[in-house]
């Protein structure tokens, strides 16, 4: 029907052309390159569709099998798909309108690879759910049947029919059958494609040289597959560089970044470039050309690498309070998390006091929920002006463990947690609660929309500490409490890296939360919607 | 779909257990040309996430995300599967390892059957349907659920009246009452354990009086109650069929527990209970719900919003442990909490008609016992490299989901990524070796 | 204005935006009128103008083409879209035929009000400016065919001008 084969010998290497343009001070001459090659393909296109619409009339009529979905309810709740089957089956061309639970099932997709080859059908429609679902679910399921997967249509009733016209099932059931007649209108007129093949760079770029890029970069060297790794500071690690030990396993930090460290030094498949960032990136997959400059600018500036996959794996930043937010920058002994962590280490391991600079600490507090679980009318959303609404996950295991590292290097030294809730959730994480609750840390609990407030406490009550943390407690029926303490511990939550330009040079999306959007929240947790 | 091994075959990758962390490894590891075996206990491939209702924090139907992966696995060119098969140890020697396998007997011959389903229609023994929690019947032959893959009817001998009606009806001759269990040995190059996990009992804790009453459900009865093709199609209640007006989610009744043994805590249930209870107030919009907690651990991507979502919706919260649930006249269920709420009346005492106790997370199965991989204190698959999180005590041998601890669908969909990177570059480690040398 | 009248929209999505954020529309639960009727594109810049003028002229009352914006994976693309689309509505007041008949917007991901807004604010304008004068928009549209074919530096394919497009 096609002499598909010839077009792709004839234009792979314009394919490659196109795609990855030229050097950039050759503008016109590559501009005018594109718009040859554009000229070529277009007649060749041209002269193929011109064939295929020949034959295509003069072929005989097309055979069409039509598929609704009830999908378990979620569709045939409102449209009533046995008419739209039933109409379906009048539309001309359609050989066999067929409804089922769920298509996208086994049985259903044997269904549609049964019927091709029983009835002769040559072209498929299933009206379902959204395409982004199913659209290649039954493109293999015709592809089993024979078929050219391309000789297949998609109608959406679900998430644009029966979802949203729930209280107009007359007008979604007409919908659908508009929609399935415009499917087999254009299916009609469908000429089957084949894949065509790039060839591929067997490279990846990561960026971001922290604990997720060594590991991606080492677990794909091992893969036998080139990597760059590109990092913006000057030494791989990340935040881990800044902690003692991680939880549960009480392993240092340091270690494991050492022993990553090793690993990807080792390997001779992977290229490690501190101090360096990404500027530019253009292609697709299998072929993108990324631009990498040091961040310093020197004689040697930058280099262009092409690489087949890329790996985001730029980490976070922590979250800073604001000027005064619980009295951060406007009283001394007023930490965010990474600060005390710092303090703790720098104390080392003979020290016998827990001090601050001059000062002995008698008393720490330890705030939940700094920078995260923000509510609207509550809390002061950060310079961005977005609210943090989202948990971070990590802050509670932390302030527990700092708490009970505390309780036992430093007994004399009283600890108190205020929390909305405790998320020590994680394998093996549920024992620092039970072991700092053993170890005496007083816990207060306040709900989400009345967090503690942090004062300077009035010199003449200032006996057990310069700063004041009230709250309304409900382990005590929500009495409000103040205490004095000498210090005051903020558990400072994650944002998202300031990644503005990858952003925008990738064309990522983000979510709400700012950080990176995947593909699919459940299914496809590692993926962004640019392929590759 | 290439249901059939011999012992000759030597897959790249055996694959225990076929729910969605088997699922997306074999997937993972088949796109990379590799050959994978995926070896599966029950009569279908799809594990928990298949029997749900909908997933956190989406409401996706959980069908229709699971179904696709599991199509996707059976018609892989690369991937086999076999069910009905359990692992019965694994011995490993020079970077291979022979996994022993027991392929139990279906009673009826895949290749003859074409899976009309006539048998099941026609057979007359029913007995509680394991997939339905229980809540309605099955027949003693019959296709595990409607969704199964294989689609292929499995006769449970336990409840097999031996009348021989499906034989008789079989147009394909495929009913063969003598087949024999068999025992079958695979030499593949990696494994990667997947087996998953089960829910602790609701009757574990006796203060919760569960056995004494219908109306005390675990939460995977209710996800069919919920679910759009359940056993009764709509949410009713066990003891009398009434449609409840009063519900309460009894949170952390399986975990955080040391009188039960279970201290740790199980990630997964104030999210699951979060989601019945907005999904129960959807389906049932005049019932009271409450959930009765000790913490809200709504920590992943999404999860604060949904709990909030959750609030706004009028679910009540009520921050307190239940200590005791009595049973009373008529199926109500009375339910004693020292709630936070009141300081003059902490001890409170609240009355409603269907209770559904958050059951805490166990392994579905002991690798070690039979196998060279060794498990934690907590019972679930140790993982003593820091920089490797699916590696196990046993080289080549690889874990994922929660067969390594409680995690939830994302989690143990990124860890099957990584259990199949980290297997695809042992083997290719080997392979190199073996080149070389 | 007939009683009755149940205008068509027809709404051009594209594959990457403004689709899954029907999508999302529909995964709320939330509504709008069964009358929109979406096609998902890769992108609309593909479409000469002949082709929306044809839309009108087989029935359909309205268009919102719903693009990617500033998110719009092919470089270039929005910004040739709309000075398309610009030129397109000098022809349509030209010739008579609304203006407030199209529109070009950007949609994003999780655009769910945004989506509802432009579909209510097309209907809202559909309803008070009735059905399409056909005829009319038949005009337009051989008028703006020709133009193409003269004028193109890649004319359309013979079949094209037989009416089968």
């Not at chain 1, 997959?285 to 990498?292: A, H, P, R, S, Y």
């Not at chain 1, 922590?318 to 930490?335: F, M, R």
């Not at chain 1, 708490?403 to 205020?418: I, N, T, W």
């Not at chain 2, 490299?385 to 669908?409: E, L, M, N, Q, S």
């Amino acid at each position: 029907m096609s002499n598909n084969d010839g077009y792709r010998e004839q234009h792979e290497g314009e394919e490659m052309e196109l795609a990855c343009g030229g050097p950039e001070h050759d503008e016109e001459a590559q501009v005018q390159r594109q718009i040859d090659a554009g000229q070529r393909q277009a007649d060749s296109a041209r002269q193929q569709f011109e064939s295929a619409h020949q034959h295509a009339s003069d072929a005989a009529e097309p055979r069409v099998g039509v598929y609704v979905c009830r999908c378990g309810g979620n569709i045939s709740d409102v449209v009533d798909v046995e008419r739209v089957a039933e109409t379906a089956q009048r539309i001309p061309g359609v050989v066999t309108a067929k409804v089922h639970t769920f298509v996208c099932s086994d049985p259903g997709q044997h269904t549609i690879s049964n019927d091709i080859l029983q009835e002769n059908l040559d072209r498929v429609v299933v009206a379902s759910c959204s395409p982004f679902l199913h659209e290649l679910t039954f493109r293999g399921a015709v592809a089993r049947g024979d078929m050219n997967p391309y000789l297949y249509e998609h109608v959406n009733i679900r998430e644009q029919a029966s979802w949203a016209h729930r209280h107009d099932p007359a007008g979604a059931t007409s919908k659908a059958i508009r929609l399935i007649a415009a499917a087999v209108g254009k299916v009609r007129n469908a000429v089957p494609l084949d894949q065509i093949k790039l060839p591929n760079h067997r490279r990846a770029l990561v960026i971001g040289g922290g604990i997720a890029g060594m590991k991606a970069a080492a677990d794909l060297a091992g893969r036998g597959i080139q990597v760059l790794l590109v990092e913006i500071s000057d030494r791989l690690g990340g935040h881990l560089n800044d902690w003692g030990q991680v939880y549960p396993s009480e392993d240092s930090a340091g270690e494991l970044v050492a022993e990553l460290t090793r690993q990807v030094r080792e390997d001779p498949s992977i290229e490690i470039l501190l101090g360096h960032k990404v500027t530019t990136v253009s292609g697709f997959i299998g072929n993108f050309k990324v631009l990498v400059e040091p961040v310093h600018r020197t004689e040697a500036a930058e280099a262009e690498v092409v690489v087949g996959a890329i790996i985001m794996a730029t980490g976070f930043r922590s979250y800073v309070p604001q000027d005064g937010e619980l009295l951060y920058k406007a009283a001394p002994c007023v930490l965010t998390m990474p600060e005390f962590i710092q303090l703790m280490r720098a104390l080392g391991p003979q020290a016998e006091r827990l001090t601050y600079g001059d000062q002995v600490i008698r008393n720490v507090a330890f705030l939940h929920c700094v920078g995260s679980r923000q509510l609207e009318g509550v809390h002061q959303p950060p310079a961005n002006g977005k609210l943090n609404t989202y948990c971070s996950r990590t802050c509670c295991t932390t302030i527990l463990q700092q708490a009970l590292a505390v309780r036992k290097r430093f007994p004399q030294v009283g600890v108190f947690d205020f929390h909305q809730d405790i998320r020590t959730y994680g394998r093996g994480e549920e024992d620092y609660y039970t072991e700092a609750s053993k170890a005496g840390v007083v816990f207060f609990r306040h709900n989400g929309d009345e967090p503690p407030r942090v004062e300077a406490t009035p010199p003449s009550r200032a006996r057990n500490g310069a700063l004041s943390v009230t709250v309304k407690d409900a382990l005590t029926w929500g009495e409000e409490l103040t205490l004095g303490v000498d210090m005051v511990v903020l558990g400072t939550g994650m944002m998202a890296g300031e990644i503005a330009n990858l952003i925008e040079q990738m064309k990522l999306a983000t979510g709400e939360d700012g950080f990176l959007q995947e593909v699919h929240p459940k299914l496809r947790p590692v993926e962004v919607a640019v392929v590759g | 779909m290439n249901t059939h091994i011999n012992s000759d075959v030597v897959p790249d990758a055996l694959i225990v257990g076929a729910g969605i962390a088997g699922l997306q490894s074999a997937l993972d590891l088949a796109d990379q040309g590799l050959k994978v075996l995926l070896v599966e206990r029950q009569g279908s491939i799809g594990g928990r996430m298949i029997s749900l209702s909908k997933v956190y924090p989406t409401l996706d139907c959980a069908s229709c995300i699971t179904t696709p992966k599991m199509s996707a696995a059976a018609h892989h060119p690369n991937i086999t599967v076999l069910t009905n098969t359990e692992v019965e140890g694994i011995e490993s020697a020079e970077g291979m390892h022979r996994v022993r396998l027991l392929q139990k007997p279906t009673y009826v011959n895949f290749d003859k059957s074409i899976g009309c389903r006539l048998c099941e229609y026609a057979c007359d023994t029913e007995y509680p349907d394991p997939f339905e929690q229980g809540l309605g019947p099955v027949r003693a032959i019959a296709v595990p659920f409607t969704n199964a893959i294989p689609q292929m009817a499995v006769l449970d001998a336990e409840h097999c009246g031996t009348c021989g009606t499906c034989a008789r009806v079989c147009p394909t001759d495929a009913i063969e009452f003598d087949q024999q269990p068999r025992n079958l040995t695979i030499r593949a190059g990696a494994v990667i354990v997947a087996s998953g996990y089960q829910l602790n009992v609701v009757t574990l804790k006796p203060q919760y009086n569960a056995e004494r009453s219908q109306n005390i459900i675990s939460p995977l009865t209710l996800e069919r109650l919920l679910a759009p093709h359940g056993p009764y199609g709509r949410v009713l209640r066990p003891s009398d069929g009434k449609i409840p007006s009063s519900v309460a989610f009894v949170q952390c009744a399986g975990s955080r527990d040391e009188s039960i043994g279970v201290p740790y805590c199980s990630g997964v249930c104030c999210m699951y209970s979060i989601k019945q209870a907005m999904l129960l107030s959807g389906a049932l919009p005049l019932a009271d719900i409450t959930i009765y907690y000790m913490d809200i651990r709504a920590f992943g991507k999404g999860y604060e919003q949904f709990f909030q979502n959750a609030k706004a919706m009028g679910i009540s919260f009520v921050r307190g442990k239940v200590a005791r649930i009595d049973p009373l006249e008529g199926g109500d269920l009375s339910l004693h909490v020292e709630s936070t709420g009141d300081a003059e009346n902490p001890l409170e005492e609240h009355q409603h008609d269907l209770v559904v106790l958050a059951q805490g997370v166990i392994p579905a199965w002991s690798p070690s016992e039979a196998t060279p991989v060794a498990c934690a204190s907590d019972g679930f698959v140790a993982t003593p490299v820091r920089t490797a999180p699916t590696v196990t005590t046993a080289p080549g041998i690889f874990v994922a989901g929660t067969a390594a601890g409680p995690k939830d669908i994302v989690d143990t969909i990124a860890e099957a990524g990584a259990a199949a990177m980290q297997a695809s570059e042992y083997l290719h480690q080997r392979r190199s070796v073996v080149a070389l040398s | 204005m007939s009683e009755g009248f149940v205008p068509k929209i027809l709404v051009f999505a594209t594959e990457k935006c403004a689709y899954p954020g029907a999508d999302a529309v529909g995964k709320a639960h939330l509504e709008y009128p069964s009358n929109v009727y979406i096609v998902r594109v890769l992108s609309p810049v593909l479409f000469p103008e002949d082709f929306y003028l044809r839309a009108y002229s087989k029935g359909i009352d309205g268009i919102l083409i719903a693009a990617c914006g500033s998110d719009c994976p092919y470089h270039g693309a929005y910004d040739r879209l709309a000075a398309r689309i610009d030129q397109l509505t000098s022809r349509m007041s030209a010739g008579g035929l609304g203006i407030e008949r199209i529109r070009l917007t950007t949609i994003c991901t999780v655009c769910i009000k945004a989506f509802l807004k432009e579909v209510a604010l097309l209907s809202d304008h559909l309803n008070r400016l009735g059905p399409v004068d056909r005829q009319l928009a038949e005009r337009l549209r051989c008028e703006s065919l020709e133009r193409h074919q003269a004028t193109a530096r890649f004319p359309r394919p013979v079949a094209a001008m037989q009416g089968g497009l």
